[in-house]
């Protein structure tokens, strides 16, 4: 059984419509609706990769820049804490110092 052909209300393949609704031919230059749509999601994508790996590298800069800092205070710490071993040692000793002194004087 053969089907009568109906009109469609579609673009033919070889017709494009701009936006606004007028149609061009293929050879009229302007891209149909839904490749135009695909190269504007395309080029939105790209542009969104690129401003993730920049952020990505700037994050790693950073990241590395922080490890730097972490590893010198760190060292600082290290030292500091040295430090006062040391300090409270010798007051320690000034302290039973005074002590011995100040025994010897009570006897």
């Not at 609704?21 to 994508?45: H, Q, T």
């Amino acid at each position: 059984m053969l089907t009568a052909h109906k009109r469609c209300s579609y673009p033919s393949t070889m017709q494009q419509t701009e936006p606004g609704g007028l149609g061009r031919s293929a050879g009229g230059g302007a891209m149909s609706k839904p490749s135009s749509a695909k190269d504007r999601v395309d080029s939105a994508l790209s542009r969104l990769e690129s401003m993730v790996e920049e952020r990505l590298r700037a994050e790693q800069t950073r990241s590395e820049e922080l490890a730097q800092r972490l590893s010198r205070l760190e060292q600082n710490h290290e030292e500091l804490r040295k430090v006062a071993q040391e300090v409270e040692g010798r007051l320690e000793r000034a302290m039973e110092y005074i002590r011995s002194l100040l025994a010897a004087d009570q006897n």
